[in-house]
């Protein structure tokens, strides 16, 4: 009976021992478990990076349509001796020239009405508007009867309301009153945008192949003058030659 109780006590003892080795392997099935998880981590990591550069070619990319409202203007200036002036407001952005607009002429008054509404597109960061005021003068070059800018500030903010013009003559004070704000151009707007675009890389790879082929004109065209000289040379010497042995 002893033995068998002594056998009996190391039983448990043997089994233990087992279960003391998982214990040791648990954190490394736990190390492998978390392994997968550091892929997912390094790759967040590195997704920042491409968004990096995204902003800056949007901000280079984005065109914006100024909307502009021309409504009127008063206190200018009559510009003509006899009649009245035909005054016309010209819109446009400030160094593009392709951009500009402008209203229909009127007759003079104390107080101009246009209501004109304008889409100028290819309007971006930087640019400001510039309002040129003139008179239609049938024949000879219109005369200036003021001019006032917009501030890239004032036009992405939406303004509304009247602005003293400049260069209105000598005791004259004169106002353009308008009415602008800045948003995305529309879908059709865009294409046509693009497609201005592909016209003028068009244009200018065109402008290109004619320069290129015309240089390769004149080289062929010398070479084949040279050619023809360094011909004649030779039937000269061989004349010469001949008439020596003569």
């Known amino acids: 009976m002893g033995c068998n109780s002594s056998r009996t006590a190391k039983a448990p003892v043997a089994k233990e021992q087992p279960q003391a080795d998982r214990s040791v392997l648990a954190p490394v099935t736990e190390e492998k478990e978390a392994k997968p998880e550091e892929v997912p981590a390094v790759q967040a990591q590195g997704e ?10 949007a901000a280079e990319a984005q065109l914006l349509t100024a909307k502009v409202t021309v409504v009127g203007a008063r206190g200018l200036r009559n510009a003509d001796w006899i009649g009245k002036s035909e005054p016309y407001c010209v819109v446009e952005i400030a160094g593009k020239e392709e951009s500009m607009n402008r209203t229909p002429f009127v007759k003079h008054e104390a107080e101009v009405a246009w209501n004109f509404a304008v889409e100028v597109a290819g309007y971006k960061a930087g640019d400001a ?79 290109d192949v004619k320069e290129a082929a015309g240089k390769l004109a004149d080289m062929v065209q010398e070479t084949v003058e040279q050619v023809v000289v360094d011909a004649e040379h030779e039937v000269e010497d061989s004349s010469k030659s001949k008439c020596c042995k003569c």
């Open 48 to 57: 920042p990076e491409p968004e990096a550069g995204t902003p800056a070619i």
């Open 129 to 207: 508007l510039v309002f040129t005021v003139k008179d239609n003068d049938a024949g000879k070059k219109d005369d200036v009867l003021g001019t006032v800018t917009l501030a890239e500030d004032r036009v992405k903010e939406g303004f509304e309301g009247e602005l003293e013009l400049t260069g209105t003559g000598e005791g004259c004070q004169a106002f353009l009153k308008v009415k602008v704000e800045a948003t995305e151009p529309s879908m059709l707007q865009q294409a046509q945008d693009a497609v201005e675009h592909v016209k003028e890389v068009i244009e200018d790879k065109v402008e």
